[in-house]
């Protein structure tokens, strides 16, 4: 991974939201949402929150009595989900890094990460991170993007961003958001980090949006892809854009479309 795949600055978390949340976030939100409110738990922590899509469906689920914490390393996209927060918003926001939590042990029931722990430079340290923050039989739930391959408008986007720069392709959803995709290496690694049971169901889904532009934006403008194509000729982010949108037209359809999403979504719990 490389630094420039964690900055989402300057416009990109605005884009974000606006295109990339609707287009593949809101269903896996929801999902992730339902199987953290469904432990009732007392005390709830946000691993790399983002945007901020899961607290704004999360927070309403929640018991009024519970704690709720609210993490992201970036202080760009924690500002960005707490203005767009509605009620109820009890919610504690702390900017923190997922390596060095800055939690006493045995602090939370639940703890949860929506598509963030791809971007963990250290992942296994990352895990011993939430175990120890977890109170024991606590629970960590996140979710992970399946391969590349299988998440259709990304793998569009990034073929047609690699015939730009066939010498020096941007690959940053390929080797990032879709870079960890083994449930086998996933388990293991959370094993490594003293979890003693995890489980992992594998759900695909549907990405629609209202046209082929849509996706485009949401991959070339909302993610730090934007970074690579502008470190590379900025003055091509546009074109490279419009491009995509035209090649998912082709291949989607010249309107609303729809393309195969799929993650894993895992839970690992602590001894009791």
Known sequence: MLQTDKEFTGSIPEFYDTYLVPLIFTDCAEDLAKRVASQKPSSVLEIAAGSGVVPRILAPLLSPTSRYVVTDLNPAMLDHAEQRQGEPN??????????DLPFAADTFDVAHCQHGVMFFPDRIAGYQQAHRVLKPGGTFVFNVWDQISENE??????????????????????????????????????????????????????????????????????????????????GLLSEITEQAAKVIADRFGDGPVKGKIQSHVITATTAA
């Open 90 to 99: 009890n919610i504690e926001w702390l900017p923190a890094d997922a390596l």
């Open 153 to 234: 408008f990304a793998n569009t986007v990034t073929e047609v961003a690699s015939q730009f720069f066939p010498k020096d392709p941007p690959r940053f959803l390929a080797r990032t958001p879709h870079g960890y995709s083994d449930p086998e290496q996933i388990k293991s690694d959370l094993h490594a980090a003293g979890f003693a049971k995890v489980e992992i169901e594998t759900r695909a889904g549907v990405s629609a949006a209202p046209s082929a532009r849509h996706p485009a934006i949401a991959y070339c403008q909302g993610t730090p892809l934007r970074a690579e194509i502008e470190a590379r000729d900025a």
